[in-house]
């Protein structure tokens, strides 16, 4: 069922990316790659606060199911953030000529590639069950605190060659109702996309 509806989702939001909104401002059709960037972006915040979650639920009941969805959580928000790096490097390159300029926001989002790649490592070399679980769910703790300065603060505390966020610092919403409207329905399609997976992991576990 679930899958039936983020099929659905997908082909219309890729029909509204591609054939209703228009090219926008300074941007033209670059734009479209936002309505790919930014819900990575989003659902990636979304899992690694859900890693951190079922850690702590781990660290209270030592249930290893709850270290299982920790740790999926946080490579699935892993995956998230390595597709809105790789949309965003390729927006980098037709904008402003290069993959990768060491501009705020793309600073900060491979630190937390680096945090989170460790957080991988240390699931990978960590032999023993309970230690592992019990590191994991520590590191995906204390990894959540960096989250928001990293993807929220920190970029707009300097000058970025980032087009301006969707609500920009009035507090404004900065596109019109059908660009809004298709970001939208892209949050809503990956973010289910994000619980497929994690129920698929279930099922599987």
């Not at 590191?139 to 993807?151: C, E, G, H, Q, T």
């Not at 970029?155 to 610092?169: K, Q």
Request: aromatic share 16%; glycine share 6%; proline share 4%.
């Amino acid at each position: 069922m679930l899958a039936g509806v983020i099929a659905a989702l997908t082909v219309a939001v890729l029909y509204a990316v591609f054939f209703v909104v228009p090219p926008a401002e300074g941007l033209g059709n670059y734009v479209r790659i936002a309505f790919f960037h930014i819900p990575c972006a989003w659902v990636s915040v979304i899992a690694f606060f859900c890693a951190a979650f079922w850690g702590a639920r781990y660290l209270k009941t030592r249930n290893l199911h709850d270290d299982a969805k920790s740790a999926r959580s946080a490579f699935l928000g892993l995956l998230f953030t390595l597709l809105a790096t790789g949309s965003g490097a390729i927006f980098s390159k037709l904008t402003w000529g290069a993959y990768w300029n060491w501009d705020p926001r793309q600073t900060t989002i491979f630190v937390l590639l680096l945090i989170y790649g460790a957080y991988a490592t240390l699931r990978m070399t960590m032999r023993d069950e309970r230690a592992r679980a019990s590191s994991s769910a520590v590191y995906a703790l204390f990894s959540f605190i960096a989250v928001p300065f990293l993807v929220f603060i920190l970029p707009r505390m300097f000058f970025s060659l980032h087009p301006s966020p969707v609500l920009n610092g009035a507090g404004q919403i900065d596109m019109d109702a059908v660009m809004l409207g298709t970001l939208m329905l892209s949050l809503l399609d990956v973010t289910l996309m994000y619980v497929w997976l994690m129920k698929r992991g279930d099922r599987h576990a």
